[in-house]
Protein backbone atom coordinates (compact mmCIF):
# COMPACT_ATOMS: atom_id res chain seq x y z
CA UNK A 1 0.00 0.00 0.00
CA UNK A 2 1.54 3.44 -0.73
CA UNK A 3 1.69 6.58 1.32
CA UNK A 4 -1.06 8.40 0.24
CA UNK A 5 -3.73 5.19 0.69
CA UNK A 6 -2.05 4.52 4.08
CA UNK A 7 -2.98 8.20 5.12
CA UNK A 8 -6.11 7.75 4.26
CA UNK A 9 -7.01 4.36 5.40
CA UNK A 10 -5.42 6.07 8.80
CA UNK A 11 -7.70 8.75 8.09
CA UNK A 12 -10.75 6.74 7.77
CA UNK A 13 -10.07 4.83 11.04
CA UNK A 14 -10.39 1.44 8.89
CA UNK A 15 -7.19 -0.46 11.30
CA UNK A 16 -9.73 0.95 13.99
CA UNK A 17 -12.68 -0.42 13.28
CA UNK A 18 -15.30 -2.18 15.68
CA UNK A 19 -17.17 -4.80 15.86
CA UNK A 20 -20.32 -2.73 15.31
CA UNK A 21 -20.29 -1.26 11.61
CA UNK A 22 -20.23 2.57 12.96
CA UNK A 23 -18.13 3.94 10.46
CA UNK A 24 -20.64 3.84 8.16
CA UNK A 25 -22.68 6.64 10.02
CA UNK A 26 -23.58 10.19 8.74
CA UNK A 27 -22.62 10.94 12.56
CA UNK A 28 -18.95 9.38 11.95
CA UNK A 29 -19.16 11.89 8.85
CA UNK A 30 -19.75 15.30 10.54
CA UNK A 31 -18.70 14.37 13.98
CA UNK A 32 -15.07 15.22 13.30
CA UNK A 33 -15.90 18.51 11.27
CA UNK A 34 -18.02 19.64 14.58
CA UNK A 35 -15.14 19.11 16.96
CA UNK A 36 -12.78 20.48 15.06
CA UNK A 37 -14.74 24.00 15.25
CA UNK A 38 -14.97 23.42 18.68
CA UNK A 39 -11.78 23.07 19.54
CA UNK A 40 -10.88 26.14 17.13
CA UNK A 41 -13.05 28.06 19.25
CA UNK A 42 -11.73 26.75 22.65
CA UNK A 43 -7.90 27.53 21.73
CA UNK A 44 -8.68 31.18 20.48
CA UNK A 45 -11.16 31.56 23.88
CA UNK A 46 -8.07 30.71 25.93
CA UNK A 47 -5.61 32.50 24.01
CA UNK A 48 -7.53 35.29 24.45
CA UNK A 49 -7.38 34.56 28.23
CA UNK A 50 -3.98 34.23 28.21
CA UNK A 51 -3.14 37.37 26.45
CA UNK A 52 -4.98 39.31 28.85
CA UNK A 53 -3.22 37.67 31.62
CA UNK A 54 0.09 38.53 29.96
CA UNK A 55 -0.48 41.96 29.41
CA UNK A 56 -1.65 42.26 33.06
CA UNK A 57 1.22 40.55 34.71
CA UNK A 58 3.59 43.09 32.61
CA UNK A 59 2.17 46.15 33.63
CA UNK A 60 1.97 44.61 37.26
CA UNK A 61 5.35 43.78 37.20
CA UNK A 62 6.53 46.77 35.70
CA UNK A 63 4.49 49.78 37.33
CA UNK A 64 3.60 48.14 40.96
CA UNK A 65 6.76 50.03 42.09
CA UNK A 66 6.08 53.32 40.71
CA UNK A 67 4.15 56.31 40.92
CA UNK A 68 3.94 59.45 38.89
CA UNK A 69 3.25 63.22 39.85
CA UNK A 70 1.07 65.42 37.16
CA UNK A 71 1.24 69.22 37.44
CA UNK A 72 -0.66 71.18 35.01
CA UNK A 73 0.31 73.20 32.53
CA UNK A 74 0.22 76.82 33.31
CA UNK A 75 0.91 79.73 32.02
CA UNK A 76 4.32 82.03 33.65
CA UNK A 77 5.10 78.39 34.98
CA UNK A 78 8.99 78.24 34.78
CA UNK A 79 11.26 74.71 34.68
CA UNK A 80 12.40 76.20 38.34
CA UNK A 81 9.30 74.90 39.58
CA UNK A 82 9.49 71.46 38.02
CA UNK A 83 12.98 71.29 39.67
CA UNK A 84 11.76 72.37 42.69
CA UNK A 85 8.91 69.37 42.55
CA UNK A 86 11.81 67.29 41.64
CA UNK A 87 13.53 67.64 44.47
CA UNK A 88 10.91 67.44 46.69
CA UNK A 89 9.93 64.07 44.95
CA UNK A 90 13.57 62.92 45.81
CA UNK A 91 13.52 63.67 49.22
CA UNK A 92 10.40 61.90 49.81
CA UNK A 93 11.09 58.56 52.31
CA UNK A 94 10.71 55.73 49.99
CA UNK A 95 11.64 56.93 46.49
CA UNK A 96 14.58 55.09 44.70
CA UNK A 97 14.68 57.65 41.49
CA UNK A 98 12.84 60.55 40.19
CA UNK A 99 13.09 62.16 36.88
CA UNK A 100 10.51 64.58 35.01
CA UNK A 101 9.88 62.76 31.28
CA UNK A 102 11.29 64.69 28.63
CA UNK A 103 9.30 66.99 25.80
CA UNK A 104 9.70 64.30 23.11
CA UNK A 105 8.68 61.63 25.72
CA UNK A 106 5.56 62.97 26.31
CA UNK A 107 4.50 63.87 22.76
CA UNK A 108 5.01 59.86 22.24
CA UNK A 109 2.55 59.42 25.18
CA UNK A 110 0.04 61.58 23.54
CA UNK A 111 0.13 60.44 20.10
CA UNK A 112 -1.32 57.32 20.45
CA UNK A 113 -4.70 59.19 21.53
CA UNK A 114 -3.82 62.52 19.10
CA UNK A 115 -2.05 60.79 16.38
CA UNK A 116 1.52 62.73 14.62
CA UNK A 117 0.51 65.99 14.49
CA UNK A 118 2.69 69.76 14.30
CA UNK A 119 -0.36 70.90 16.97
CA UNK A 120 1.33 68.55 19.53
CA UNK A 121 4.10 71.50 19.52
CA UNK A 122 1.50 74.30 20.60
CA UNK A 123 -0.16 71.74 23.00
CA UNK A 124 -0.40 72.95 26.91
CA UNK A 125 0.92 69.42 27.83
CA UNK A 126 1.73 69.13 31.96
CA UNK A 127 4.94 68.34 33.68
CA UNK A 128 5.19 64.96 34.53
CA UNK A 129 7.72 63.33 37.13
CA UNK A 130 7.99 59.88 37.23
CA UNK A 131 9.22 57.64 40.37
CA UNK A 132 10.24 54.43 41.10
CA UNK A 133 10.09 52.70 44.92
CA UNK A 134 12.55 51.47 46.98
CA UNK A 135 11.23 47.88 46.73
CA UNK A 136 9.14 46.96 49.53
CA UNK A 137 8.50 51.19 50.31
CA UNK A 138 5.12 52.50 50.75
CA UNK A 139 5.39 56.36 50.99
CA UNK A 140 2.25 59.05 52.46
CA UNK A 141 1.57 59.89 48.85
CA UNK A 142 -1.24 62.72 50.69
CA UNK A 143 1.59 64.46 52.63
CA UNK A 144 4.06 64.34 49.24
CA UNK A 145 0.56 65.81 47.28
CA UNK A 146 0.44 68.54 49.69
CA UNK A 147 3.83 69.29 50.08
CA UNK A 148 3.51 69.55 46.24
CA UNK A 149 0.79 71.79 46.08
CA UNK A 150 3.10 74.19 48.03
CA UNK A 151 4.76 74.86 45.22
CA UNK A 152 2.53 73.75 42.12
CA UNK A 153 -0.97 74.71 42.21
CA UNK A 154 -2.82 71.62 40.60
CA UNK A 155 -0.21 68.99 41.31
CA UNK A 156 -1.72 65.39 41.72
CA UNK A 157 0.04 62.04 42.76
CA UNK A 158 -0.99 58.91 40.59
CA UNK A 159 0.16 56.03 43.12
CA UNK A 160 -0.17 53.17 40.04
CA UNK A 161 -1.22 50.14 42.92
CA UNK A 162 -4.55 51.90 42.64
CA UNK A 163 -5.54 51.91 38.97
CA UNK A 164 -3.38 49.05 38.50
CA UNK A 165 -5.81 47.09 40.65
CA UNK A 166 -8.69 47.84 39.41
CA UNK A 167 -7.73 47.24 35.81
CA UNK A 168 -6.60 43.91 37.28
CA UNK A 169 -9.83 43.33 38.69
CA UNK A 170 -11.81 43.76 35.45
CA UNK A 171 -9.53 41.48 33.17
CA UNK A 172 -9.92 38.56 35.80
CA UNK A 173 -13.37 38.51 35.18
CA UNK A 174 -12.96 39.07 31.62
CA UNK A 175 -10.70 36.17 32.09
CA UNK A 176 -13.41 34.05 33.97
CA UNK A 177 -16.06 34.87 31.43
CA UNK A 178 -13.45 33.33 28.58
CA UNK A 179 -12.96 30.41 30.66
CA UNK A 180 -16.50 29.60 31.17
CA UNK A 181 -17.04 30.12 27.31
CA UNK A 182 -14.38 27.53 26.75
CA UNK A 183 -15.93 25.10 29.35
CA UNK A 184 -19.66 25.81 27.67
CA UNK A 185 -18.09 24.98 24.38
CA UNK A 186 -16.48 21.77 25.85
CA UNK A 187 -19.97 20.79 27.07
CA UNK A 188 -21.24 21.46 23.62
CA UNK A 189 -19.01 19.12 22.19
CA UNK A 190 -19.50 16.39 24.73
CA UNK A 191 -23.27 17.27 23.71
CA UNK A 192 -22.59 16.79 20.42
CA UNK A 193 -20.90 13.03 20.92
CA UNK A 194 -24.22 12.29 23.44
CA UNK A 195 -26.26 13.07 20.63
CA UNK A 196 -24.47 11.05 17.73
CA UNK A 197 -23.52 8.01 20.07
CA UNK A 198 -26.89 7.57 20.53
CA UNK A 199 -28.20 8.13 17.42
CA UNK A 200 -25.84 5.57 16.08
CA UNK A 201 -26.80 3.26 18.96
CA UNK A 202 -30.54 3.46 17.49
CA UNK A 203 -29.16 2.85 14.07
CA UNK A 204 -27.41 -0.49 14.86
CA UNK A 205 -30.51 -1.59 17.90
CA UNK A 206 -30.62 -4.78 15.36
CA UNK A 207 -26.71 -5.11 15.51
CA UNK A 208 -26.74 -4.60 19.12
CA UNK A 209 -29.52 -7.29 20.62
CA UNK A 210 -27.67 -10.21 18.40
CA UNK A 211 -24.56 -8.81 19.93
CA UNK A 212 -26.77 -9.21 23.00
CA UNK A 213 -28.44 -12.81 21.76
CA UNK A 214 -24.80 -14.00 21.47
CA UNK A 215 -23.82 -13.07 25.37
CA UNK A 216 -22.03 -9.51 24.58
CA UNK A 217 -22.31 -7.06 27.99
CA UNK A 218 -23.27 -3.42 28.01
CA UNK A 219 -19.70 -3.38 28.87
CA UNK A 220 -18.60 -4.61 25.59
CA UNK A 221 -21.12 -2.93 23.65
CA UNK A 222 -20.26 0.11 25.48
CA UNK A 223 -16.40 0.06 24.37
CA UNK A 224 -16.93 -0.15 20.79
CA UNK A 225 -18.84 3.40 20.95
CA UNK A 226 -16.55 5.33 23.35
CA UNK A 227 -13.35 3.86 20.95
CA UNK A 228 -14.86 5.13 17.94
CA UNK A 229 -15.90 8.26 19.33
CA UNK A 230 -12.33 9.11 20.50
CA UNK A 231 -10.60 8.32 17.82
CA UNK A 232 -13.43 10.88 15.54
CA UNK A 233 -13.02 13.27 18.42
CA UNK A 234 -9.36 12.85 18.31
CA UNK A 235 -9.65 13.28 14.59
CA UNK A 236 -11.41 16.16 14.60
CA UNK A 237 -9.26 18.33 17.64
CA UNK A 238 -6.73 17.81 15.44
CA UNK A 239 -7.85 19.50 12.41
CA UNK A 240 -9.10 21.84 15.00
CA UNK A 241 -5.34 22.27 16.68
CA UNK A 242 -3.80 23.09 13.31
CA UNK A 243 -6.34 25.81 12.05
CA UNK A 244 -5.94 27.48 15.56
CA UNK A 245 -2.09 27.63 15.47
CA UNK A 246 -2.48 28.95 12.54
CA UNK A 247 -4.52 31.77 13.73
CA UNK A 248 -2.60 31.96 16.43
CA UNK A 249 0.64 32.83 14.54
CA UNK A 250 -0.37 34.84 11.99
CA UNK A 251 -2.19 37.25 14.64
CA UNK A 252 1.59 36.86 16.24
CA UNK A 253 3.39 38.11 12.76
CA UNK A 254 0.48 41.04 12.17
CA UNK A 255 1.12 41.85 15.96
CA UNK A 256 4.31 42.68 15.40
CA UNK A 257 3.88 45.42 13.13
CA UNK A 258 1.59 47.10 14.95
CA UNK A 259 3.79 49.51 17.08
CA UNK A 260 1.12 50.90 19.77
CA UNK A 261 0.96 50.58 23.56
CA UNK A 262 -2.22 50.00 23.59
CA UNK A 263 -2.27 46.61 21.47
CA UNK A 264 -2.09 43.86 23.68
CA UNK A 265 0.69 41.41 23.18
CA UNK A 266 0.15 37.79 21.29
CA UNK A 267 3.42 36.06 22.97
CA UNK A 268 2.72 32.79 24.78
CA UNK A 269 4.71 30.66 26.72
CA UNK A 270 5.45 27.56 27.39
CA UNK A 271 2.98 26.64 29.86
CA UNK A 272 0.59 27.90 27.65
CA UNK A 273 1.61 26.11 24.89
CA UNK A 274 1.40 22.73 26.56
CA UNK A 275 -2.58 24.02 27.70
CA UNK A 276 -3.51 24.02 23.97
CA UNK A 277 -1.38 21.33 22.13
CA UNK A 278 -3.66 18.93 25.12
CA UNK A 279 -6.93 19.90 23.71
CA UNK A 280 -6.59 16.68 20.96
CA UNK A 281 -6.64 14.50 24.21
CA UNK A 282 -8.95 16.35 26.32
CA UNK A 283 -11.56 16.49 23.44
CA UNK A 284 -10.83 12.96 23.07
CA UNK A 285 -11.03 11.74 26.69
CA UNK A 286 -14.42 13.80 26.59
CA UNK A 287 -15.55 12.09 23.73
CA UNK A 288 -14.78 8.89 25.15
CA UNK A 289 -16.70 9.59 28.72
CA UNK A 290 -19.72 10.80 26.99
CA UNK A 291 -19.79 7.82 24.12
CA UNK A 292 -19.70 5.40 27.04
CA UNK A 293 -22.25 7.06 29.48
CA UNK A 294 -24.71 7.95 26.94
CA UNK A 295 -24.49 4.33 25.66
CA UNK A 296 -25.05 2.39 29.07
CA UNK A 297 -27.49 4.63 30.13
CA UNK A 298 -29.58 3.90 26.66
CA UNK A 299 -28.87 0.12 27.08
CA UNK A 300 -29.58 -0.21 30.37
CA UNK A 301 -33.30 1.11 29.24
CA UNK A 302 -33.10 -1.58 26.00
CA UNK A 303 -35.42 -4.42 26.83
Do not use: C
Not at 22 to 46: G, K, N, Q
Not at 53 to 82: C, L, M, W
Not at 207 to 233: E, K, M, N, P
Amino acid sequence: MNPIHRIKSIWALEPFRPDVPLARDEASRFLPWIIALMVYLTALTLVGSFTLHHAVTADHTAQIESFSVHIPYAEGRNKKTAESALALVRDTPGVAQAQIVDMPHLKQMVEPWLGKSDALDTLPLPVIIEGKLISGAAPDYAALKTRLQAIAHGADVDDHKQWLAQFSGFVHLIQWMLLTIALLIMSASAAAVIFASKTSLKIHRATVALLHRLGAYDDYIARQFQHHAALLALKGAFVGSGFAAGTIVMLHVMAQHINSPLFPSFTLGIAHWIILLSLPALMSAIALASARVSVLTTLKRMP
